[in-house]
Structures are given as structure tokens and as C-alpha cells.
């Protein structure tokens, strides 16, 4: 099971941190790569960043790049999604994901994921 939380309503500029809390897996944390995706009204859903399952390798979407930070704590079974210099455009519902079939990478392919989260809210707007 994948629980996010932390979206929110935001200031054009502002920052929010997401959260993904993962229970119930039956494998250690550290055999699950990670991916946040996000999904506007209307529009297909959008990898946005992911991580590995050694916490070493990470990639962005284009349109986040330099402005989102992904992490993750394996001790405490979550990955987290800093959003800093937020634009109206980055409004939409995020989801957290989670998949044993990648190794040494991860993804920004939605396909390649087996667990989702329920999704958290975030919206920026003045």
C-alpha cells in the first residue's frame, strides 16, 4: 500500500514537499523502485521523477528538472518529492508508484509500475 500526502494549495513560486509512505510490501524497501507521476484533468499521466532501489540514481521529467528533488528513506519506507518554484501548469493530482521490475535505474514509464498510491492534490494558483 502507497499513501501520499503533503499536496496542498500554493503560491506561483512557492514550495511544497510530497510524501509517499509504503506498508505492507512484502520485500524490503531497498527492492522497490520509485517513481511520482502526476496527472492534470484532461491530460494523460506524466512521469515526473523517480529513484532507484540503492537510492543512487534519479531522473526528471524535463519540465521539473532543477526545480523537483526526489528522495527516499528506506528506514522509514518512504520517498519523498520536493517541489520548489512552483508554475500553474505543475497543478494536477500526484501519485506515488512503486515496481521490483526495474534494476540498477528507474523509470519514468508508468507501465514498468505494479503499485500506485490514491494520489494527492496540488495546485498552484494565486
Known amino acids: 500500500q502507497l499513501v501520499e500526502s503533503g499536496g496542498g494549495l500554493v503560491q506561483p513560486g512557492g514550495s511544497l514537499r510530497l510524501s509517499c509512505a509504503a506498508s505492507?510490501?512484502?520485500?524490503?524497501?531497498?527492492?522497490?523502485?520509485m517513481g511520482w507521476f502526476r496527472q492534470a484533468p484532461g491530460e494523460e499521466r506524466e512521469g515526473v521523477s523517480c529513484?532507484?532501489?540503492?537510492?543512487?540514481?534519479?531522473n526528471y521529467a524535463d519540465s521539473v528538472r532543477g526545480r523537483f528533488a526526489v528522495s527516499r528513506d528506506n528506514a522509514k519506507n518512504t520517498v519523498y518529492l520536493q517541489l520548489n518554484s512552483l508554475k500553474p501548469e505543475d497543478t494536477a493530482v500526484y501519485f506515488c508508484?512503486?515496481?521490483?521490475?526495474?534494476?540498477?535505474?528507474?523509470?519514468?514509464?508508468?507501465?514498468?509500475?505494479?503499485?500506485w498510491g490514491q494520489g494527492t492534490q496540488v495546485t498552484v494558483s494565486s
Open positions: 529513484i532507484d532501489s540503492n537510492n543512487e540514481i534519479t
Open positions: 505492507a510490501f512484502t520485500l524490503p524497501p531497498s527492492y522497490y523502485s
Open positions: 508508484a512503486a515496481t521490483t521490475r526495474v534494476f540498477g535505474t528507474c523509470v519514468l514509464r508508468s507501465d514498468d509500475y505494479d503499485y
